[in-house]
């Protein structure tokens, strides 16, 4: 926790507490990377999803794969290897593709919640190839500490599947809402 101290609009001084991420590599702005991965099925396009209990709120919450970035690599980088080493999925680091840029204060996007803290992450778009080789029998590497289930929804379905787990009790992180939210708003709108 921290106190920052700010001058308003209209001059006054006032004191605003927040977090602050101390693990972001030197020489970034950027503390990590939310990965949307997408499996192409005969079917239709299907996003890769996780279960992982969070303790700052007590619930299991319903994720895109995610991750810190290590000192020295790109989003891409980090996306690829988070990918992995979350779902045991492997992905070519050419087909990753930077989508947009949710840097809190940098850029047309807020970070994800830039009222409380200084978080900030970039989304990075793959899509799987599950004939591969490397991707039959997935083995995920998780750290010590990581219980994540891996799981799978056609995108067509999101937005009702999500709404599906929240009434179950499960919280929906605001990455996979966000997505959700456009494909249902493109839908109403007929985009």
């Known amino acids: ?12 001084i006032r004191d605003w507490e927040s977090c602050e991420r101390t693990t972001r590599p030197k020489g970034t702005e950027l503390d ?8 192409e099925k005969p079917t239709g396009p299907e996003i890769v999803l996780q279960k992982q209990y969070r303790p700052p709120i007590d619930k299991i919450t319903i994720e895109v794969p995610a991750g810190l970035i290590d000192e020295g690599e790109t989003a891409e980088q980090a996306a690829v290897r988070e990918l992995k080493e979350e779902t045991g999925m ?8 930077l989508s947009c840029s949710m ?26 190839d599950m004939s591969l080789p490397e991707n039959q ?8 500490n990581e219980f994540i289930e891996v799981f799978h929804v056609p995108l067509s379905k999101l937005w009702d599947e999500c709404k599906r787990l929240e009434a179950e009790g499960y919280a929906i992180d605001a990455r996979v809402g966000t997505v959700a939210e456009g494909i249902e708003l493109a839908r109403q709108f007929k985009f």
Do not use: Q
């Not at 029998?137 to 010590?144: M, Q, S, T």
């Open 1 to 12: 926790m921290v106190k920052v101290h700010y001058k308003d609009p209209t001059g006054k």
């Open 32 to 39: 990590g990377v939310g990965i949307v991965a997408i499996l």
């Open 90 to 97: 492997w992905v070519r680091s050419r087909r990753a593709r």
């Open 103 to 128: 840097v809190a204060n940098s850029g047309p996007s807020p970070g994800p919640d830039p009222g409380f803290c200084n978080t900030n992450v970039k989304m990075v778009h793959v899509s799987i």
């Open 137 to 144: 029998n997935l083995k995920p590497e998780l750290e010590e």
